[in-house]
C-alpha cells in the first residue's frame, strides 16, 4: 500500500487529488486512513458532500441504453434521485421517514406535501393536474349533457369555479381518466387502491372510526363528527359531480362529503369503487358509482 497524489483529466482539466489506492481501491481524504475493505470508491470528509449528474427529465430520459443501476439527479418537475432499474426509470424520492414526509410535484409543477401512515405514503392533498403524466391534456369539461355523455377522460372544478375550488378542493375526474393508461398521478406514484384504503382504514381503527383521523378540522360543515387530523390525511369536503340529465343540478356536496376514486373497476366500463366521508359521520364508507361521476383522487407513493 501507498500513499500517492492522483491526477484526474475531465473535460481537459486537471485535478489532482491526495489519496491512497491499494488493490484497485480508489481512496479520497485528507486524513491518510485507508479504504474500507468493501469499497471500490471510499471517499471521506466531515465538510464536503459528493454531487452526481444533474439533469432535466428530458435530458434522463434522453441517455441512451442507461446501465442498471445508473443514477441522476432531476432537476425539475418532480425533481429527486431517480436510478434505471433495467428496464425503466424509478423515483427514489426525498423527506424525513415520518410526519410530512417532504412534497411531490405534478406534470404541471403543482406541489403537494406527502404524509406517511403506517408503511404508505399518501398525498396529502387531493389531485389537480390537468395533464397525464406524459404531458397530454385531459379535456375539461363544463356542460352537463357532454359530461354525461363521454366514455373517455375528462376533469372538472367544483361548480366550474377554478378560482374558488381548484387549490384547495383539487380536481373532479371521471373514472375514465382514473383508468387511462397515461396516468394520472406523477413518476413514482399511482392512484390509490382499494386494498390500499383498505389498509389505511385498517391502520386507523375499521370503518367506523377512520373517517374523523382522515377528515381535516375546518372546512367541513358543523358538526363535522369526530374530525382530528390525527395523521395529517387532511381529507377536505370537495363534493362530486354526478349524471342526473333530468335535473338541473350537477354539483353536490362541497362542505359536506368528500369521496375518492380507488383505481378498482366494479363492473367494467360501468362503475367503480369509492371511499367516502361525510360531514355529520366519523366513518369512512366504501361505496360504487358510475365511470361518469366526477370524483377527487389520491396518489399513494409506489
Not at 485535478?15 to 479520497?28: A, D, E, L, T
Not at 411531490?104 to 403537494?112: E, L
Not at 389537480?128 to 359530461?147: C, K, L, M, S, Y
Request: contains cysteine; glycine residues 10%.
Amino acid at each position: 500500500m501507498k500513499t500517492i497524489v492522483k491526477t484526474f483529466i475531465v473535460l481537459g482539466l486537471m485535478f489532482v487529488c491526495p489519496g491512497i489506492v491499494s488493490y484497485g481501491q480508489i481512496n479520497i481524504n485528507n486524513d491518510g486512513t485507508p479504504a474500507d475493505a468493501s469499497a471500490m470508491l471510499d471517499m471521506k470528509s466531515t465538510t464536503r458532500g459528493m454531487l452526481i449528474p444533474r439533469m432535466t427529465a428530458s435530458q434522463r430520459t434522453g441517455i441512451a441504453s442507461p446501465a442498471n443501476g445508473l443514477m441522476v439527479y432531476q432537476t425539475d418537475g418532480n425533481a429527486g434521485f431517480y436510478f434505471f432499474n433495467a428496464a425503466a426509470w424509478k423515483f427514489l424520492g426525498f423527506g424525513p421517514a415520518d410526519g410530512y414526509s417532504g412534497n411531490v410535484i405534478d406534470i404541471d409543477g403543482n406541489a403537494y406535501p406527502t404524509v406517511k401512515i403506517g408503511n404508505q405514503e399518501w398525498m396529502a392533498r387531493n389531485l389537480r393536474t390537468t395533464h397525464f403524466r406524459n404531458g397530454d391534456a385531459i379535456p375539461e369539461v363544463t356542460e352537463n349533457a357532454a359530461w354525461n355523455a363521454l366514455s373517455t377522460a375528462a376533469y372538472c372544478w367544483y361548480d366550474n369555479d377554478y378560482a374558488n375550488y381548484s387549490l384547495i378542493y383539487g380536481a373532479l375526474y371521471n373514472f375514465y381518466a382514473v383508468k387511462d393508461g397515461r396516468n394520472l398521478c406523477p413518476v413514482g406514484w399511482h392512484i390509490s387502491t382499494d386494498a390500499e384504503w383498505t389498509t389505511l382504514i385498517s391502520y386507523l381503527g375499521g370503518e367506523t372510526i377512520a373517517g374523523g383521523k382522515l377528515k381535516a378540522d375546518l372546512l367541513w360543515n358543523s358538526p363535522n363528527t369526530s374530525a382530528i387530523n390525527s395523521v395529517s390525511f387532511s381529507a377536505f369536503p370537495g363534493g362530486y359531480r354526478y349524471q342526473y340529465e333530468l335535473s338541473p343540478l350537477s354539483f353536490l356536496g362541497i362542505g359536506q362529503a368528500g369521496a375518492w376514486w380507488t383505481s378498482a373497476e366494479d363492473i367494467p366500463n360501468y362503475s367503480a369503487w369509492v371511499r367516502g366521508m361525510d360531514y355529520n359521520s366519523g366513518a369512512a364508507t366504501h361505496f360504487n358509482k358510475y365511470d361518469v361521476y366526477g370524483y377527487s383522487v389520491r396518489c399513494v407513493r409506489d
